[in-house]
């Protein structure tokens, strides 16, 4: 009898402790899921708040080109030397797009500098940073400070609810951040496919979609169901196609190749360009500023910003001076390479339109905003080499689901022409540069 209660005791003990641990794994779970939802609901409305004022801050800035048109000139220059200043002394992680310090968060090995580049803190001062170059005629977008953002407010709220931080929590914070910056919310998800994840899980996968969902759905409820660059329903013929569609790739795919290549050979540790700029950053970024504000001025404002309102224009068979894309682009070089903070995602768009918009001269008998559509493909593709996400948000921005055949096409060859130029994927080689930071407690502030 004794050996027959000493079992019983033991099951009990065993069934209490099996009972327990199924209580804490529901616990988790629930933790877990009131965290991306609350996470995904706060990052959706901090995305459109951000829109807005990002918007009212170029909007403030042309007022004042209005009114004081060579301003710039001076202006300009100077915002761009203290905002790299401010950056590097106080936020060096806050620097550039944001889209490489989360892959990078992702990838890290040590927490102290993964959870340092999606703190909310950091966060905080990526948004004020953007916005005060979006105020001074920037060529940079939000979507790539919006994607840090969004992933840092997703993990603070996970770690306040005590749920462990995994790489599938940054990539549903970044992933839904591309969902409601551009109110694409299959971009969020093909975003997080090809390019915050490495290796895609099914857990990761229910994770990202639910979050895209709750981040769009908000954005939708608030702002309505626009389009962002207005929508284009033209098509293009097949014979047009086949000639169009191999012409855009390979100019895109050079163009966005060469960028990627600048970008990445000029910020490389060991790169004769970065010597220069190490030694006066500062003023480097100056020199930045005057390029910016002297290509403003001669294209009468339609490189400063995003260059949003050319972009439409142009999707929407408008007018834009052949200058405008070569103009945008040495822009957004000099404003990346600036080292400040801010995103190359629109102004890749706009260059890509630009591009387009020289293209269509060689076929003035074509639909013009189908024409600049595969430009913008080609060379977004170029740059951050994603076919599948480039090709997801431009007939998500667009309404073009017409010209995904097209697109799929420009955007394949884009991307191999681009391999050619620049090996490595421009988001992940510029991420290795925050992997190879100290953890924040042992860095010393930059000069």
Same mark, same amino acid.
């Given at each position: ?10 099951? =009990? ?18 933790? =877990? ?19 807005? *004022? ?29 905002? *790299? ?21 992702? =990838? ?183 390029? *910016? ?97 480039? *090709? ?56």
């Amino acid at each position: 009898m004794r050996a027959a209660d000493r079992i019983r005791r033991r099951l =009990r003990v065993l069934w209490r402790r099996r009972a327990q641990r199924h209580a804490t794994a529901q616990l988790s779970l629930v933790r =877990r899921r009131i965290a991306t939802v609350v996470g995904a609901v706060l990052l959706g409305l901090v995305a459109l708040a951000f829109a807005a *004022v990002s918007d009212g801050a170029h909007e403030l800035f042309v007022a004042l080109v209005a009114r004081w048109p060579l301003a710039p000139l001076f202006v300009t220059p100077g915002v761009f030397g203290l905002v *790299v200043w401010v950056t590097r002394r106080w936020a060096p992680d806050a620097a550039g797009s944001g889209i490489p310090q989360v892959i990078a968060a992702g =990838r890290s090995k040590n927490s102290a500098v993964a959870l340092h580049l999606v703190s909310l803190a950091t966060a905080a001062k990526k948004l004020v940073l953007t916005v005060v170059m979006l105020l001074v005629g920037g060529s940079v977008g939000r979507e790539g400070p919006t994607v840090q953002v969004s992933a840092g407010i997703m993990v603070a709220m996970h770690r306040m609810l005590r749920v462990p931080i995994t790489a599938g929590v940054l990539i549903a914070g970044g992933a839904a951040g591309v969902a409601a910056a551009f109110n694409t919310p299959l971009a969020g998800v093909a975003f997080a496919i090809e390019e915050l994840a490495a290796a895609y899980e099914q857990r990761v996968a229910v994770l990202v979609m639910g979050a895209v969902m709750i981040a769009g759905l908000v954005s939708l409820g608030v702002a309505g169901d626009y389009v962002y660059f207005g929508a284009m329903h033209a098509t293009l013929p097949l014979a047009t196609v086949l000639l169009l569609a191999p012409l855009a790739g390979v100019l895109g795919g050079l163009a966005g190749g060469a960028f990627s290549r600048i970008v990445l050979r000029a910020t490389a540790p060991g790169s004769a360009l970065l010597r220069p700029i190490r030694a006066r950053p500062a003023l480097f970024a100056v020199g930045c500023g005057l390029v *910016v504000a002297v290509l403003g001025i001669v294209t009468s404002g339609a490189t400063w910003g995003t260059g949003y309102a050319a972009t439409r224009a142009l999707v929407e068979g408008g007018e834009q001076s052949l200058w405008f894309g070569p103009a945008k682009l040495v822009a957004t070089l000099a404003t990346t390479l600036s080292g400040a903070p801010g995103g190359i995602f629109a102004p890749s768009l706009a260059i890509g339109a630009g591009l387009g918009n020289l293209l269509k001269t060689l076929f003035p008998g074509e639909p013009a905003g189908a024409v600049v559509l595969l430009g913008m493909t080609a060379y977004f593709v170029g740059v951050i080499r994603a076919p599948f996400t480039a *090709v997801i948000i431009i007939s998500e921005i667009t309404a073009s689901r017409g010209m995904i055949l097209p697109m799929f096409a420009t955007a394949l060859i884009a991307d191999f022409v681009s391999a050619q130029v620049s090996r490595e994927r421009l988001y992940s080689g510029l991420a290795r540069r925050f992997l190879d930071t100290p953890a924040p407690a042992a860095a010393a502030p930059p000069g």
